[in-house]
């Protein structure tokens, strides 16, 4: 059976041909599997470096037809052993732009993988200062108005 | 936790539009509806908006875009689409979705909308969009920008990507000076409460973000390591943040949580559907029962799952004064709950748990308890094998019944199978 493939093109012009089972993974884009077949789809929002991210995940995803989903526990530990080193292998500033491209596709599984990657990063710090630092934030408060915001938060951090 | 996402149906002829990149980051579909988007005076918005912020003549109190951001354009744009979503998804005032991604839209949006407002300190504009707070059921997400990041995000028009930062955040410098990348804002929905605390204390706009979403608060989760630390004023602190629409709260070995702390904050937050309690030494059942039964009389006891695992003395007639108070029907097929295993004196179940109360009575002692089935092969479905940790023996670490099998006994007076005390391989050089 032939598969359909689709043709996605990234704000800058970069074309992606995906098939069926890929785009279906997007709830965005899935009614387009009616109305686009052969055609590009812009995603404007998206940029052909993000997109390529996105693809490469949606492959890797893709349910193989007729598969027995409880059947492979050790799949399932190669799948996710995957999106550990897909998402870690990315700079923050890749993953933020990642969260928004799966927020507006609407492809769950990457959304909530690429907001954990930046919780973890988060709950890898030890305290407020190494997570301005890593963050790349400057704090803008006082002197007064830091020692006011640690004195609520004291009862967490003796 | 899901996303925040519009479900408007795709229209096919969208593709065919002209590139609206300027509003088409977050507006996107709309553009067939751009004289209203556009043509909407901002301070039209606000007149529409709550009453605290009718009388104020707000074109005369606005800055005129001083970071020369064209910012007019901006929230025109901003405005004028959620007004529109506004009117085509409705409001649920009520605070407990069903899921409904319009309602994770809004609460997103509205997170950002209040965030931008902030960051120009534009006067009582945080009334205007407080009403679209609240929507969901603590599965919505929301960003939040700042202005400069906004058209930093939008602002492909001129052929420019979005500037690339080692962090999320971009320094520009002047007054605004941390500007927040929006995908950084859904990832908060992602931490725990102790990390939310930390990160609040890292600049002020977060601060403010932390304190001021009650869907961060929407469900509240405490346990190790501040189980331990966590007091009442605080607790009423971090509840109060929910404004009333929490759904989930579960305290887990809260040694210093007093009744009457519970009752206030129950009585604070009248949607909690989930509410957990174990081992919080101070709290009783009959403290309990107590606040159940003044919420029912008022009608206004939502709680439909209860976890009190690990408070003495639940007799049979709390049990069943239990659950004529949370209307739990009593012969809930087993069979399509899932199993409970014991693990290191805690409960392997999450505040996803469909049980309505966690306690049961145990097959063998008739106690109200914590009843446990064992993750063994040769007895899984195994009634015999499901009583509370009483009536059979446990490992501490996997959970399966030891009675007669070989097992260590640790020195904290723990049971270890032979699986599980077998010291691990040492791995290759």
């Known amino acids: 059976m032939t598969k359909e493939m689709f043709t996605l093109k990234s704000s800058d012009g970069f074309l992606f041909v995906v098939d069926e089972a890929v785009v279906h993974q997007s709830v965005t884009l899935s009614p387009m599997v009616q109305d686009c077949a052969g055609r590009e789809y812009p995603i404007n929002n998206v ?8 693809v490469e ?47 507006y596709l609407i492809i769950k599984g990457l959304f909530d993988l690429a907001c954990q990657r930046v919780a973890d990063e988060i709950a890898a710090c030890k305290d407020h200062e190494e997570i301005r630092a890593t963050l790349g934030i400057v704090s803008d408060y006082t002197a007064e108005e ?4 640690l004195k609520e938060n004291e009862w967490a951090f003796d | 936790m899901a996303l925040n996402f519009s479900q408007r ?11 609206k990149i300027a509003n088409g980051y977050l507006v996107e579909g709309v553009s067939d509806r751009k004289d209203d988007v556009f043509s909407h005076p901002w301070c039209s918005s606000l007149a529409k908006g709550d009453s605290a912020a009718s009388s104020v003549d707000i074109l005369d109190v606005l800055p005129s875009d001083p970071f020369g951001m064209d910012i007019n354009n901006t929230f025109t744009a901003i ?56 929507f969901g059921d603590g599965s919505c997400h929301g960003s939040f920008v700042s202005p400069g990041s906004v058209d930093q995000v939008l602002d492909v028009r001129n052929g420019g990507e979005v500037a690339e930062s080692s962090g999320c955040c971009t320094n520009d410098g002047g007054e605004n000076a941390n500007v927040v990348h929006p995908g950084f804002g859904f990832s908060l929905y992602h931490l725990g409460v102790k990390d939310l605390l930390s990160v609040s204390m890292v600049c002020k706009s977060l601060h403010t973000t932390v304190c001021d979403d009650s ?30 629409t929490m759904q989930c709260l579960r305290l887990v070995d809260c040694s210093r949580i007093t009744e ?21 030494i101070r709290i009783t059942i009959d403290g309990v029962l107590s606040i159940l039964r003044d919420l029912k009389s008022a009608g206004k006891l939502q709680v439909k799952h209860l976890e009190i695992g690990g408070l003495f003395g639940v007799t049979k007639d709390h049990y ?12 809930v097929e087993r069979s399509i709950q899932k199993p409970r295993f014991y693990h290191r004196g805690y409960s392997c179940l999450s505040c996803d748990d469909n049980k309505g109360i966690d306690i049961e009575m145990c097959p063998k002692c008739e106690n109200s308890r914590l009843v446990y089935d064992c993750p063994a092969e040769y007895c899984k479905g195994k009634e015999e094998c499901r009583a509370c940790s009483l009536c059979i023996q446990r490992c501490f670490q996997c959970g399966r019944c030891i009675n007669d099998s070989e097992y260590e006994e640790t020195f904290c007076l723990e049971f270890l199978c032979a699986d599980c005390s077998r010291p691990s391989p040492e791995l290759p050089l």
């Not at chain 1, 923050?92 to 990642?98: A, C, F, G, K, R």
């Not at chain 2, 795709?10 to 002209?18: G, K, Q, T, Y």
């Open chain 1, 47 to 54: 940029t052909g470096k993000i997109l390529n991210l996105v």
């Open chain 1, 57 to 103: 995940y949606c492959k890797n995803h893709v349910v193989v037809d007729g598969g027995d989903s409880s059947s492979s526990s050790s799949s399932g530990d190669a799948l996710k052993k995957w999106d550990d080193e897909f998402i870690t292998q990315m700079d923050l500033s890749t993953v933020y732009d990642l969260i928004m491209a799966a927020n």
């Open chain 1, 146 to 149: 830091e020692a006011e915001v």
């Open chain 2, 9 to 19: 149906n795709f229209s096919p002829h969208l593709s065919e539009e002209p590139m």
């Open chain 2, 79 to 134: 405005t004028g689409w959620l007004q529109d979503l506004e009117v085509d998804y409705g409001r649920d005032e009520s605070g407990i979705g069903d899921g409904n991604h319009h309602h994770q839209l809004f609460a997103g949006l509205s997170f950002i909308w209040n965030n931008a407002m902030r960051f120009h300190e534009f006067p009582e504009s945080s009334n205007v969009w407080g009403s679209l707070n609240g």
């Open chain 2, 215 to 244: 869907l961060l608060w929407k469900h509240i989760h405490i346990s190790q390591p501040l189980n331990e630390k966590i007091t009442d004023e605080a607790l009423l602190q971090l509840t109060d943040r929910a404004q009333g």
């Open chain 2, 260 to 280: 009457d702390c519970l009752k206030q904050v129950l009585e604070r937050n009248r949607q909690v559907v989930k509410l957990g309690v174990p081992g919080c």
């Open chain 2, 320 to 331: 069943e004064e239990l659950f004529g108070l949370l209307n739990i029907e009593t012969n």
